[in-house]
């Protein structure tokens, strides 16, 4: 009798071992779904921040287009509502250039002019000069 009760308490033991290596099974079966739930979760989630990201950009995209507009919109009427203003200092400008021009052409006559006057200042020294020397010769000075 013992040794039967030995053997029912191996067998025992061994369903109990079975069941065991079943519930390990299964544990590691759903181990490895919780996994891919997990990867699945990750994966829909970085898809989620990239569509995010993606709205984000053509929202940007659009204000930026947006902006554009209005700078161009601004700039043309900033441009029509200086014209007369821009249109006189142009003619201001010419006035000046034109002025300039003739200053440039003034001031050319008159370095020539300059010129021309030492020259003469020179060459009336140079006879003073000489009719110095000749009145200290005939002793006229």
């Given at each position: 009798m013992a040794l039967e009760a030995e053997t029912i308490q191996i067998q025992n033991m061994e369903?109990?071992?079975?069941q065991l290596d079943l519930h390990i099974q299964n544990v590691e079966s759903e181990k490895e779904r919780v996994?891919?739930?997990i990867q699945k979760l990750e994966l829909k989630e970085k898809e989620a921040t990239?569509?995010?990201l993606v709205a984000e950009k053509q929202r940007l995209e659009q204000e930026?287009?947006?902006a554009t507009?209005?700078?161009k919109a601004l700039a043309s009427i900033i441009c029509k509502k200086n014209e007369p203003k821009i249109a006189?200092?142009?003619r201001e400008l010419s006035e000046v250039t034109a002025i300039n021009h003739v200053q440039e052409a003034t001031i050319a006559k008159l370095v020539t002019e300059n010129q021309?006057?030492?020259q003469e200042l020179s060459e009336?020294?140079?006879i003073v000069e000489e009719l110095a020397t000749i009145c200290e010769k005939n002793n006229l000075m």
């Amino acid at each position: 009798m013992a040794l039967e009760a030995e053997t029912i308490q191996i067998q025992n033991m061994e369903s109990k071992l079975k069941q065991l290596d079943l519930h390990i099974q299964n544990v590691e079966s759903e181990k490895e779904r919780v996994k891919e739930m997990i990867q699945k979760l990750e994966l829909k989630e970085k898809e989620a921040t990239i569509a995010k990201l993606v709205a984000e950009k053509q929202r940007l995209e659009q204000e930026l287009s947006e902006a554009t507009a209005i700078a161009k919109a601004l700039a043309s009427i900033i441009c029509k509502k200086n014209e007369p203003k821009i249109a006189e200092m142009i003619r201001e400008l010419s006035e000046v250039t034109a002025i300039n021009h003739v200053q440039e052409a003034t001031i050319a006559k008159l370095v020539t002019e300059n010129q021309t006057l030492e020259q003469e200042l020179s060459e009336v020294t140079a006879i003073v000069e000489e009719l110095a020397t000749i009145c200290e010769k005939n002793n006229l000075m």
